[in-house]
Nanobody, 124 residues
Framework: QVQLVESGGGLVQPGGSLRVSCAAS????????IGWFRQAPGKEREGVSC????????NYADSLKGRFTISTDNAKNIAYLQMRNLKPEDTAVYYC?????????????????WGQGTQVTVSS
């Protein structure tokens, strides 16, 4: 049974950093694509980043390149999203998702499995 559990969200000041985690079970990360998405109140779910385990390739939303970094620890079967220089507009629930095959990896409809999300709030 595929399961994804996010953690690490919280309150951070503008300009700060935060790393959120996605613990995967029921499959191995290097056989799947892992995506990070976010959804702010009243807005659609937005693709943030993805890592295609079978190719070792990462992809990012253009607006977030340079501030966000996706990584995986295959030994622990955990994916991470490191976020730097956070802004109030980064406030959202952050979700991880998994799929066997993706194209860009930044579209929600490419994914079959989802975690429950973790809240990230950027505020002074």
């Amino acid at each position: 049974q595929v399961q994804l559990v996010e953690s690490g969200g919280g309150l951070v000041q503008p300009g700060g950093s935060l790393r959120v985690s996605c613990a995967a079970s029921g499959f191995t990360l290097d056989d799947y694509a892992i995506g990070w998405f976010r959804q702010a109140p009243g807005k659609e779910r937005e693709g943030v980043s993805c890592f295609i385990g079978t190719e070792g390739v990462a992809n990012y939303a253009d607006s977030l390149k340079g501030r966000f970094t996706i990584s995986t620890d295959n030994a622990k079967n955990i994916a991470y999203l490191q976020m730097r220089n956070l802004k109030p507009e980064d406030t959202a629930v952050y979700y991880c998702a998994a799929a066997k095959w993706v194209v860009t990896g930044l579209e929600a409809n490419e994914y079959d499995y989802w975690g429950q999300g973790t809240q990230v709030t950027v505020s002074s």
